[in-house]
C-alpha cells in the first residue's frame, strides 16, 4: 500500500508563486514515476506535470510550461511542484500520483496511486 500526501497550497495572488510536495510513504519504490493534476470545480481533471523515476523525463502540460517545474528527491521520497507566474485559471484541487511504469505519462490511467489533493487559489 502506497500513500501519498500533498502540501503546500493555499491563496496566493496572480504572479505570485507556491511550491507544491507530495511525501510518500509506506510500500515506496524509487522506479516510480510521478505526475501532478489538478480539477476546477465543474471541469474535468487535467494533466500538469510529471517527471521520470531518475528525473530523466519531465512533461508538462502546455498551459503551464515556462511557468511550473517538477522536480523529485528520491532519498526524501518526495515529488515538488513549483508555480510561478500564477494565473487565475490554475485554481485547481492539484493531486499528485505514482505510476509503477517509471516514466512520465500523461494519462491519468497510467497511475495506480493518488493522493488526497491540496487546494490551490489564486486571486486577481
Known amino acids: 500500500q502506497v500513500q501519498l500526501v500533498e502540501s503546500g497550497g493555499g491563496l496566493v495572488q496572480a504572479g505570485g508563486s507556491l511550491r507544491l510536495s507530495c511525501a510518500a510513504s509506506?510500500?515506496?519504490?524509487?522506479?516510480?514515476?510521478m505526475g501532478w493534476f489538478r480539477q476546477a470545480p465543474g471541469k474535468e481533471r487535467e494533466f500538469v506535470s510529471a517527471?521520470?523515476?531518475?528525473?530523466?523525463?519531465?512533461n508538462y502540460a502546455d498551459s503551464v510550461k515556462g511557468r511550473f517545474t517538477i522536480s523529485r528527491d528520491n532519498a526524501k521520497n518526495t515529488v515538488y511542484l513549483q508555480m510561478n507566474s500564477l494565473k487565475r485559471e490554475d485554481t485547481a484541487v492539484y493531486y499528485c500520483?505514482?505510476?509503477?511504469?517509471?516514466?512520465?505519462?500523461?494519462?491519468?490511467?497510467?497511475?495506480?496511486?493518488w493522493g488526497q489533493g491540496t487546494q490551490v487559489t489564486v486571486s486577481s
Open positions: 509506506g510500500r515506496t519504490s524509487r522506479s516510480y514515476g
Open positions: 517527471i521520470s523515476w531518475n528525473s530523466g523525463i519531465t
Open positions: 500520483a505514482a505510476s509503477a511504469i517509471g516514466l512520465a505519462s500523461r494519462n491519468y490511467y497510467d497511475y495506480a496511486y
